[in-house]
């Protein structure tokens, strides 16, 4: 079993920046792809973007591209979100969660990851 572990929320003002961290608890990142996804009270789980290690690929929703960048750091087993120019849509609770890497793709869902973390709050506000 995977555990991801999300870090990194907090308030943010609107146009600023932040760097959430996700950090795989077994395993490597050769193994797994690691999706972003987030949810505002009163609103469905949205995706946000995924990474494939191994395929050295990744993929962002409409929302967020140009934006928000994924990165990994396999020696640390860590998937890193960074997300400029933010919005007040963009508060929400952040989730990382790790699927096969043939999951992450340009249509990438939330159903296929399997192990998901406790979330990060990300507040924008002035």
């Known amino acids: 079993q995977v555990y991801p572990v999300e870090s990194g929320g907090g308030l943010v003002q609107p146009g600023g920046s932040v760097r959430l961290s996700c950090e795989i608890s077994?395993?490597?990142?050769?193994?797994?792809?690691v999706g972003w996804f987030r949810q505002a009270p009163g609103t469905e789980r949205e995706r946000v973007s995924c990474?494939?290690?191994?395929?050295?690929?990744?993929y962002y929703a409409d929302s967020v591209k140009g934006r928000f960048t994924i990165s990994d750091d396999k020696s640390k087993n860590t998937v890193y979100l960074q997300m400029t120019s933010v919005q007040a849509e963009d508060t929400a609770i952040y989730y990382c969660?790790?699927?096969?890497?043939?999951?992450?793709?340009?249509?990438?869902?939330?159903?296929?990851?399997?192990?998901w973390g406790q979330g990060t709050q990300v507040t924008v506000s002035p």
């Open positions: 077994r395993g490597n990142l050769d193994s797994y792809a």
């Open positions: 990474i494939s290690t191994i395929h050295h690929s990744a």
């Open positions: 969660a790790t699927t096969l890497p043939f999951f992450c793709s340009e249509n990438f869902r939330a159903a296929d990851f399997g192990s």
